[in-house]
């Protein structure tokens, strides 16, 4: 039988900088589309594994951000695909969820419904699943908030019928230091206006990024992930 302690240590050794588990169970209330068992019947356990944006390679331009937006899609991708083996060795199920390192067909893009069909077609969002892994929160930017590094990773995530011990969440207080209430300066900051303490308004955050997409080949903005103070090195 394989074990969570394993499984951590094979995703550390491939690279991750970030790796949680979170039980099939914790999705219980999810919309029916994004739950495990409608990618793998009998879904017991999603890996979350994720690597760290380096905040100085995202800075100095809008080219040098998507490659290395890029470049980390390939790596988590990798590193979630080493797992899924893992597991397939040993006789369990996994369903690999990658992100997208090329653009989709711009006419898709151009749709009115772009921002309903697009997550769709990932089945279970990673940023989700590392939540309920215990690795984050969501932040006023919608993005996961961990300790280590803020918002600065990205994550992909491995759907499994291996029953894996669950880590735990993150409490309501450890949450509040994440993103404590008074901060905005992602909400300050973001050149599209789509955030705000209500939420995010995708299509504006989409507006800002999708001719970013056809120019450089992938979404360069991050200012979100740029001035947020949680996770900084001191
Ligand atoms: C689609 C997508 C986008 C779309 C957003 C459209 C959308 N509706 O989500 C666009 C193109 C705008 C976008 C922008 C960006 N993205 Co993006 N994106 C994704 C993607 C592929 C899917 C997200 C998804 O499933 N969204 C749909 C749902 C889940 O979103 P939601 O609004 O939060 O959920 C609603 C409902 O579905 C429902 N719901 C969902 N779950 C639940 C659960 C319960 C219990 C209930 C009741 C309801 C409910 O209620 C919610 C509120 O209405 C993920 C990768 C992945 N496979 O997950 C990356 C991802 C989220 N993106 C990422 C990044 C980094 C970015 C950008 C910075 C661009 C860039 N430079 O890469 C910006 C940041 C925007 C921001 N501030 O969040 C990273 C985030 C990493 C992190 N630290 O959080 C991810 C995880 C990719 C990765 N490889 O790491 N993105
Ligand atoms: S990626 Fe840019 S446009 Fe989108 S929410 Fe973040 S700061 Fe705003
Ligand atoms: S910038 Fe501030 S408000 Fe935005 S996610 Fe980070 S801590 Fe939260």
């Known amino acids: 039988m394989i074990s969570e302690k394993s499984v951590k240590i094979a995703a550390k050794k491939c690279g991750a900088d970030l790796v949680g588990i979170a039980s099939a169970e ?112 969501f932040g006023k930017s919608r993005l996961l908030i961990t300790p280590r590094f803020g918002p600065r990773q990205r994550v992909a995530a491995v759907i499994t019928n291996a029953e894996l011990k669950p880590d735990r969440k993150i409490t309501e207080k450890e949450a509040q230091e994440l993103c404590p209430p008074s901060c905005q300066a992602c909400i300050r900051t973001c050149p599209g206006k789509a955030l705000s303490n209500e939420g995010i308004a995708w299509e504006k955050c989409n507006e800002v990024i999708k001719p970013q997409n056809s120019m450089y080949g992938y979404s360069s903005c991050s200012q979100c992930m740029i001035v947020c103070p949680t996770g900084r090195k001191i």
């Open 26 to 137: 914790r999705f219980k209330d999810y919309p029916g589309d994004k739950r495990p068992e409608n990618l793998l019947p009998g879904a017991k356990s999603v890996i979350v594994v994720g690597v760290r944006v380096l905040p100085d390679t995202i800075k100095p331009n809008l080219l040098l951000s998507a490659l290395h937006h890029i470049t980390l899609n390939m790596y988590h991708n990798q590193i979630a695909y080493d797992i899924g083996r893992l597991l397939d060795d040993q006789g369990y199920s996994a369903v690999v969820i990658p992100h997208r390192i090329g653009n989709f067909d711009p006419e898709l893009r151009k749709s009115g419904d772009y921002m309903n069909i697009y997550p769709k077609l990932f089945g279970i969002s990673t940023r989700h699943a590392a939540v309920e892994a215990g690795l984050g929160i």
